[in-house]
């Protein structure tokens, strides 16, 4: 990764791009501290580009795959025999479960 200072980067900002566009990261110094990152963007096209920025900005959440393999685990709520679907959807309304 190539770093250059800001006074650099605004006197060549051409250049940069070119560089960028090229495939490489540039980290931008001011006064020896890093403050920001050229990089190339790459094409978040489709749903799982819409994810990975959602992911980027911390609005959404990777599942954890042991999480999941828990949930899938679990067998789903068997009412009884003499109750019917629906009586038991509407108690479970009814409680907020």
Same mark, same amino acid.
């Given at each position: 990764?190539?770093?250059?200072?800001?006074?650099?980067?605004?006197?060549?900002?051409?250049?940069?791009?070119?560089?960028?566009?090229?495939?490489?990261?540039?980290? !931008? &110094?001011?006064?020896?501290? @890093? =403050?920001?990152?050229?990089?190339?963007? $790459?094409? %978040? +096209?489709?749903?799982?580009? *819409?994810?990975?920025?959602?992911?980027?900005?911390?609005?959404?959440?990777?599942?954890?795959?042991?999480?999941?393999?828990? !949930? &899938?685990?679990?067998?789903? @709520? =068997?009412?009884?025999?003499?109750?019917? $679907?629906? %009586? +038991?959807?509407?108690?479970? *309304?009814?409680?907020?479960?």
């Amino acid at each position: 990764m190539k770093t250059t200072t800001v006074t650099e980067g605004k006197n060549h900002l051409s250049s940069l791009i070119d560089q960028v566009r090229a495939g490489e990261s540039i980290t !931008i &110094l001011d006064r020896g501290t @890093p =403050v920001a990152r050229l990089e190339p963007v $790459v094409s %978040d +096209a489709g749903h799982d580009g *819409r994810l990975r920025r959602l992911t980027r900005a911390g609005v959404v959440r990777p599942p954890d795959r042991t999480d999941l393999l828990g !949930i &899938l685990a679990q067998l789903p @709520p =068997v009412p009884p025999a003499t109750e019917s $679907v629906v %009586d +038991a959807l509407l108690e479970e *309304r009814r409680t907020g479960r």
